[in-house]
């Protein structure tokens, strides 16, 4: 779907997808005040429109509720990424290292409990 490879939603957690948002909605914003047709919506309300979902999905994006469809998300990775590249790929590997390092926690946990058990070794 797009240059990103259109698969980063599955690992994006739900706070990264509220930085994109905010990243997207913070580009479209300022490109909405260049072309004055379009001005007349809200930031979120041009946004929603240009990835073809409902107002309501980039609210939930913004409020850092969950919204199940990964498709609108590989959407809004492209968008964002198109208004504020550095800003994506900051918060893409910030959330990748949160979760190597949720990972790693879990597996010394589970390595503890089986030395503790006695059938790890």
């Known amino acids: 779907m797009s ?8 690992y994006v957690s ?6 994109l948002a905010k990243a997207a909605v913070v580009g479209v914003g300022a490109w909405s005040r260049h072309d004055s ?3 007349r919506l809200s930031p979120s309300g041009l946004l929603a429109a240009q990835l073809g979902v409902s107002r309501r ?6 409020s850092g509720g969950i ?5 609108n998300v590989d ?3 492209a968008a964002a990424f198109g208004y504020s590249p550095g800003e994506v790929e900051a918060a893409l590997r910030a959330d990748l290292e949160s ?3 949720e990972v790693e926690l879990a597996l010394l946990g589970l390595s503890g409990a089986r030395k503790v058990s006695g059938t790890g070794g």
Do not use: F, K, Y
């Open 3 to 10: 240059e990103l490879g259109g698969c980063l939603s599955e």
């Open 14 to 19: 739900r706070g990264c997808r509220m930085a």
């Open 37 to 39: 047709p379009m001005s």
């Open 57 to 62: 999905t980039v609210n939930r994006w913004l």
């Open 67 to 71: 919204q199940g469809c990964d498709l």
């Open 75 to 77: 959407r809004l990775i």
């Open 99 to 101: 979760h190597r390092l």
